[in-house]
T-cell receptor, first 108, second 126 residues
Framework: EIVLTQSPGTLSLSPGERATLSCRAS???????LAWYQQKPGQAPRLLIY???SRATGVPDRFSGSGSGTDFTLTISLLEPEDFAVYCC?????????FGQGTKLEIK | QVQLQESGPGLVTPSQTLSLTCTVS??????????WTWIRQPPGKGLEWIGY???????YYNPSLKSRVSISADRSKNHFSLNLSSVTPTDTAVYYC??????????????????WGQGTLATVSS
């Protein structure tokens, strides 16, 4: 199975700053089938990005995804207060589908 | 607006079977397009994909759980269910149901999750 490693584990930034989150796969993700989700306590996870770089419906354009093969990045260009949450990546190019451990984005 | 809602007992005795239901509104589990999925997250850990049900009757389970898992649907009630047998405390987790959206690109097929339930905590303890 493909292991996804996210870094950093915790990222401390201030509103208005740029956040760069990494997701590295143990082997190439077929089709670049990589998704990103946002998790907040007590809420359903929210789909942000699919296919490595396509924004889901209703997701602000400050969120962008990039990468291919084994290295993927989620970038949040200008952090808003509501963006502080946990972000996790998921690969769906090979079974079983797997998720990263998550990056916690906290207010500095 | 599609909504998913998990339900089931919050406490399960070790060696027993954990049974959860996901009720779907705003869509149908009989829809030919989607993969109705269970995912779990143990406390302090990452998400783990459990498996899915497709309206064709096809199911697929994570090999790590395959011998203990079954997922089925009740079309008349528009819900799908998870049964996990012989549970131990390591099965303690928040269990989510989700809708899988298929995607195909250059002969590769897979699906990601656009709608999720809020999750239900299932604790395995005596």
């Amino acid at each position: 199975e493909i292991v996804l490693t996210q870094s950093p584990g915790t990222l401390s930034l201030s509103p208005g700053e740029r956040a760069t989150l990494s997701c590295r796969a143990s082997q190439s993700v077929s089709g670049n089938f990589l998704a990103w989700y946002q998790q907040k306590p007590g809420q359903a996870p929210r789909l942000l990005i699919y296919g490595a770089s396509s924004r889901a419906t209703g997701v602000p354009d400050r969120f962008s995804g990039s990468g291919s093969g084994t290295d993927f990045t989620l970038t949040i260009s200008l952090l808003e207060p509501e963006d502080f949450a946990v972000y996790c990546c998921q690969q769906y190019g090979g079974s079983p589908y797997t998720f990263g451990q998550g990056t916690k984005l906290e207010i500095k | 607006q599609v909504q998913l809602q998990e339900s089931g007992p919050g406490l399960v005795t070790p060696s027993q079977t954990l049974s959860l239901t996901c009720t779907v509104s705003g869509d149908s589990v009989s829809s030919g397009h989607y993969y109705w999925t269970w995912i779990r997250q143990p406390p302090g850990k990452g998400l783990e994909w459990i498996g899915y049900f497709h309206h064709s009757g096809t199911t697929y389970y994570n090999p790590s759980l395959k011998s203990r898992v079954s997922i089925s649907a009740d079309r008349s009630k528009n819900h799908f269910s998870l049964n996990l047998s012989s549970v131990t405390p390591t099965d303690t987790a928040v269990y989510y149901c989700a809708r899988g959206i298929p995607m195909a690109r250059r002969l590769v097929f897979g699906f990601y999750f656009d709608y999720w339930g809020q999750g239900t905590l299932a604790t395995v303890s005596s």
